[in-house]
């Protein structure tokens, strides 16, 4: 069985897709711990679920590293096979990426390399492409720069809005992350071969 820590900063829909499908004794993964950089309303589904949660907000300490010591600290202390960013907004600094890589994996609503960082969705549309979607990669020390695992596509109507086409994409993320973690447990998605 693999454990995971899920990270989040919003509203977690993806990490409740995650939760469900954990809920199922068949599912070959469970959640150990939702962490979060602020007091994100999604950690309510974790509870909902019974899942222990922490919150290290970066605000509280004198520096970047130190906050993210406190991560590492809170993370290791669950003891996980895998960590998930399932739209956590920050940037991670190295040292926390090389303590977890390659067990450290991010879900981003475009087809990366194109459109990284905060603005994917937006940037998509103003860029004018007919077809966007979203990725699983590994993180490494740069941003949304890791290597692919999976990427599914979603086409652009003519027109939409970016918080529709966000919607429509984090529809197909939310199976996606799901199919991703299943497919790392189940040993047929071997991290430490597809790190660079
Ligand atoms: C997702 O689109 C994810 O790819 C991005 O942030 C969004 C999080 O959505 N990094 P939610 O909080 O899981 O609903």
């Known amino acids: ?5 899920v990270m989040i900063s919003g509203s977690g829909s993806n ?16 959640i150990v711990a939702v962490g979060a950089d602020q007091a994100a309303d999604g950690l309510a589904h974790a509870e909902q679920f019974g899942v222990p949660t922490f919150v290290v907000e970066p605000g509280l300490f004198p520096s970047r590293d130190k906050w ?3 991560l590492l600290q809170n ?11 399932a739209g956590f907004m920050r940037v991670l600094p190295e040292s926390f990426v090389s303590e977890l890589s390659p067990n450290l994996i991010n879900l981003h609503p475009s087809l990366l390399p194109a459109f990284p960082g905060a603005h994917a969705v937006r940037d998509a549309l103003a860029a004018g492409v007919s077809t966007t979607g979203a ?22 109507a003519a027109g939409i809005s970016e918080a529709d086409l966000h919607e429509q994409i984090k529809t197909i993320e939310r199976a996606l992350i ?11 998605l071997i991290l430490s071969e597809r790190a660079n």
């Open 1 to 5: 069985m693999l454990s995971i820590v």
């Open 15 to 30: 990490l409740r897709a995650l939760l469900e499908a954990c809920d199922n004794p068949l599912f070959p993964a469970k």
């Open 68 to 70: 993210s010591e406190m």
């Open 75 to 85: 993370v290791k202390y669950h003891n996980p096979d895998l960590v998930v960013l």
């Open 135 to 156: 990725t699983v990669h590994i993180v490494d020390a740069g941003v949304d720069t890791g290597p692919v695992l999976a990427q599914r596509e979603v086409a652009i």
């Open 178 to 188: 799901v199919d991703v973690v299943a497919e790392i447990a189940e040993g047929k």
